[in-house]
């Protein structure tokens, strides 16, 4: 009997339910091509699902279940465990459909969601088990390493897959065979802002059309002349839901800083100093100069690799909203920056700011409050 995980809608709407359980149709890639069913049914245990940064959805996991998990009862080492969380639709980010044959389960086809690298949890339960966290980005989840268990890539790519690391992908290696990867962008805080890109292609269904299409490998149509990409599908599993797909990500709001995280004196200070030697660029609430007048930067004039521009419609770079800062290190478009004081030190060197060691440490403290 074939089992595929059942869902309601929540009370979030139809939006919600796209983000995290959609595929798009993409299993004819994730099964037929890549083979993932075969490699999660004979070699990811839980224990190496987490290790590469997969997620589980304790509200998914009945309590009997979570129990025995607690307890010890349940093979984490198993990859037959893995199976049964993903036909309790528990994995975040991946879809199975298990079929049971004779008392045992068997993962036949497997497909990825917009969660899978957008969303986190809050490790409630265990590290890496616990309640959603919808638009936070998942920088453990090591999506290269998870490519590149696939049978049916080259050993060539397996290396370039292996590279990247932890909470980094690069959207354009399928199509161009470069490799500049990106640090996974939070998709909360979008409400405000016009073009939810690195470097500003184009707005927040834009860019969820790119890539249920063309990484996702979901059936459904895009098109981009400017990068020479025009994919039509028939039926189109995409287009439809981008309106609802793109209202709930408006609704995730950022996070808010955390109680007892920042000096609060040391903010004030802060904020005085990126007012004035940061708001040129970081306007208004939404953070971002590319709103009002699609300005964009030159690599060269705020110090970034130009690797990764050079690859896209535009060459430059679109200046980052500054939303739930604190909570998703690395940053800049490549990851370079570890701290919030990387970030700083950075540009007080690049822009000329002549900030003195105490007046950085005030604009970090600053930065820990957005």
Same mark, same amino acid.
């Given at each position: 009997?074939?089992?595929?995980?059942?869902?309601?809608?929540?009370?979030?709407?139809?939006?919600?339910?796209?983000?995290?359980?959609?595929?798009?149709?993409?299993?004819?890639?994730?099964?037929?091509?890549?083979?993932?069913?075969?490699?999660?049914?004979?070699?990811?245990?839980?224990?190496?699902?987490?290790?590469?940064?997969?997620?589980?959805?304790?509200?998914?996991?009945?309590?009997?279940?979570?129990?025995?998990?607690?307890?010890?009862?349940?093979?984490?080492?198993?990859?037959?465990?893995?199976?049964?969380?993903?036909?309790?639709?528990?994995?975040?980010?991946?879809?199975?459909?298990?079929?049971?044959?004779?008392?045992?389960?068997?993962?036949?086809?497997?497909?990825?969601?917009?969660?899978?690298? *957008? @969303?986190?949890?809050?490790? &409630?339960?265990?590290? +890496?088990?616990?309640?959603?966290?919808?638009?936070?980005?998942? $920088?453990? !989840?090591?999506?290269?390493?998870?490519?590149?268990?696939?049978?049916?890539?080259?050993?060539?790519?397996?290396?370039?897959?292996?590279?990247?690391?932890?909470?980094?992908?690069?959207?354009?290696?399928?199509?161009?065979?470069?490799?500049?990867?990106?640090?996974?962008?939070?998709?909360?805080?979008?409400?405000?802002?016009?073009?939810?890109?690195?470097?500003?292609?184009?707005?927040?269904?834009?860019?969820?059309?790119?890539?249920?299409?063309?990484?996702?490998?979901?059936?459904?149509?895009?098109?981009?002349?400017?990068?020479?990409?025009?994919?039509?599908?028939?039926?189109?599993?995409?287009?439809?839901?981008?309106?609802?797909?793109?209202?709930?990500? *408006? @609704?995730?709001?950022?996070? &808010?800083?955390?109680? +007892?995280?920042?000096?609060?004196?040391?903010?004030?200070?802060? $904020?005085? !100093?990126?007012?004035?030697?940061?708001?040129?660029?970081?306007?208004?609430?939404?953070?971002?100069?590319?709103?009002?007048?699609?300005?964009?930067?030159?690599?060269?004039?705020?110090?970034?690799?130009?690797?990764?521009?050079?690859?896209?419609?535009?060459?430059?770079?679109?200046?980052?909203?500054?939303?739930?800062?604190?909570?998703?290190?690395?940053?800049?478009?490549?990851?370079?920056?570890?701290?919030?004081?990387?970030?700083?030190?950075?540009?007080?060197?690049?822009?000329?700011?002549?900030?003195?060691?105490?007046?950085?440490?005030?604009?970090?403290?600053?930065?820990?409050?957005?």
């Amino acid at each position: 009997m074939a089992c595929r995980p059942s869902y309601a809608a929540s009370a979030d709407g139809e939006g919600q339910r796209i983000f995290r359980f959609d595929t798009f149709g993409d299993e004819k890639f994730w099964t037929d091509t890549a083979k993932m069913q075969q490699v999660i049914q004979s070699s990811v245990s839980p224990t190496l699902a987490l290790k590469v940064g997969l997620r589980v959805d304790a509200d998914a996991i009945p309590p009997e279940v979570a129990q025995a998990i607690k307890a010890g009862q349940v093979d984490l080492n198993s990859p037959a465990t893995t199976v049964t969380l993903l036909k309790l639709n528990a994995v975040v980010g991946l879809r199975g459909t298990v079929e049971t044959v004779g008392g045992k389960d068997t993962l036949v086809r497997v497909g990825i969601t917009c969660a899978l690298c *957008h @969303s986190n949890v809050d490790s &409630a339960f265990a590290p +890496g088990i616990g309640h959603r966290r919808d638009g936070w980005p998942n $920088r453990d !989840l090591n999506v290269g390493a998870i490519i590149a268990l696939s049978p049916a890539i080259t050993d060539a790519q397996k290396a370039v897959y292996n590279s990247w690391g932890p909470g980094k992908y690069d959207p354009r290696y399928n199509i161009d065979g470069k490799s500049t990867p990106l640090a996974l962008p939070p998709a909360y805080g979008l409400a405000h802002v016009r073009n939810e890109t690195y470097t500003a292609e184009g707005p927040i269904s834009y860019w969820n059309a790119y890539v249920a299409v063309t990484q996702m490998h979901g059936q459904g149509n895009f098109s981009d002349p400017r990068l020479g990409i025009a994919v039509t599908q028939s039926p189109d599993l995409v287009t439809s839901k981008l309106a609802a797909l793109r209202e709930y990500q *408006h @609704s995730l709001s950022g996070p &808010a800083p955390v109680a +007892g995280s920042f000096d609060a004196a040391a903010a004030r200070r802060g $904020r005085v !100093l990126f007012d004035r030697s940061c708001i040129s660029c970081h306007v208004a609430t939404n953070g971002t100069d590319n709103n009002s007048n699609n300005r964009l930067h030159s690599p060269s004039e705020t110090g970034m690799d130009a690797g990764y521009a050079q690859r896209t419609a535009n060459k430059a770079y679109r200046t980052t909203p500054l939303r739930g800062l604190v909570q998703h290190a690395p940053y800049f478009h490549d990851g370079s920056a570890a701290t919030l004081a990387d970030v700083v030190a950075h540009y007080n060197r690049v822009r000329k700011l002549n900030l003195t060691n105490a007046q950085q440490k005030d604009l970090i403290e600053f930065l820990k409050t957005l």
